[in-house]
């Protein structure tokens, strides 16, 4: 039984420019944080689901805001502070037309030193869910093998292991990409990737059907996946059993942070016991929530309108 998770990854300051003027104009920008893991971790915190996040923070104001944000949000902080290299930074530009530029500022970064020795006395046991992403590898080489001996410990320890593919294409080649990928995808008990990144994992393979592309996956010998196709839905297939959920309709803001967000819903539905239609239906709907807000990670923390269970009488619009 899965009792906590653990999760390891960088966490980014967020400056985004107001939804009126481009950040090239604008007097002001709005500050924020980010980052894939940070995101789940505080999803899944906001879902009753312990949760513990492993960083590398600059020694720096942004390396604190980071570190504080999380903490704030229920989840346990390991941030690692580096007195040498500064948080990383993402930039999140707008256009009057609503479309939405992703720069990172992150070579170099503390997040990006990661080490084998910062994870080494991770306690790892059988009650642990170690949710990695394809991002961390993607980081470095110090951070790759980091992942890598997560892996090795998380296996000797029996915990489960959950990996969303998450591919950046900027941080790295398909090529190199893929091969790490799949060797990650194969010790996984349950693989998380969008219909967009199923290429990667099994060359050749072309389609936009997520029900197709989890069969295509289970086929290949992985057990529990699960496959996103924004608008389209998602699909997930466990032991056989196929299931299909279809997206929840909102108005979209900013889709950054929405795939995290849908990672957490499912998972927090499957470490509570819940069948793998339960997760998918709480996966689309923190999804569709993240999308309704230009943050990462805020509109998550937002149900009101969407969840049937928080909201006493939907046809009133009025709250009194």
């Known amino acids: 039984?899965?009792?906590?998770?653990?999760?390891?990854?960088?966490a980014l300051a967020v400056l985004r420019n107001p939804p009126d003027e481009p950040s090239w104009?604008?007097?002001?920008?709005?500050?924020?944080?980010?980052?894939?893991?940070?995101?789940?971790?505080?999803?899944?915190?906001?879902?009753?689901?312990p949760v513990r996040w492993i960083g590398r923070v600059g020694a720096d104001a942004m390396g604190r805001r980071v570190a504080r944000e999380l903490r704030a949000e229920g989840v346990e902080v390991r941030a690692i502070q580096d007195g040498e290299h500064p948080t990383g930074l993402l930039l999140k530009d707008t256009s009057a037309d609503g479309r939405t530029r992703v720069v990172y500022y992150r070579k170099g970064s503390a997040g990006s030193r990661l080490s084998e020795a910062d994870v080494a006395e991770e306690p790892l046991d059988a009650g642990t869910l170690l949710h990695l992403t394809g991002i961390t590898p993607a980081l470095s080489e110090s951070a790759r093998a980091a992942a890598a001996l997560l892996l090795d410990r998380a296996e000797e320890s029996g915990s489960t292991v959950s990996f969303d593919v998450n591919h950046r294409a900027r941080l790295w080649g398909a090529?190199?990409?893929?091969?790490?990928?799949?060797?990650?995808?194969?010790?996984?008990?349950?693989?998380?990737?969008?219909?967009?990144e199923v290429p990667l994992l099994l060359p050749g393979w072309q389609g936009t059907d997520p029900a197709a592309a989890a069969t295509a996956l289970a086929e290949a010998g992985h057990g529990h996946v699960v496959v996103t196709a924004g608008a389209r839905g998602a699909a997930a297939l466990r032991d056989g059993a196929s299931y299909i959920q279809p997206a929840v309709p909102v108005r979209?803001?900013?889709?950054?942070?929405?795939?995290?967000a849908f990672v957490a819903g499912y998972l927090?539905?499957?470490?509570?016991?819940?069948?793998?239609?339960?997760?998918l239906a709480r996966g689309a709907l923190l999804g569709a929530a993240a999308c309704r807000h230009p943050g990462d990670w805020e509109g998550a923390a937002d149900l009101d309108g969407l969840d049937p269970d928080i909201d006493p009488d939907p046809a009133d619009p009025v709250s009194r």
């Open 25 to 49: 104009l604008a007097r002001e920008l709005i500050l924020g944080t980010g980052g894939a893991e940070g995101n789940v971790a505080m999803a899944l915190a906001r879902s009753g689901v």
């Open 252 to 260: 979209v803001v900013d889709t950054v942070g929405a795939g995290d």
């Open 1 to 10: 039984m899965i009792s906590r998770v653990v999760t390891v990854g960088e």
């Open 175 to 196: 090529e190199d990409a893929a091969a790490v990928y799949r060797a990650i995808a194969a010790r996984a008990a349950v693989l998380f990737a969008s219909v967009d």
């Open 268 to 279: 927090a539905r499957l470490i509570a016991g819940d069948d793998p239609a339960a997760a």
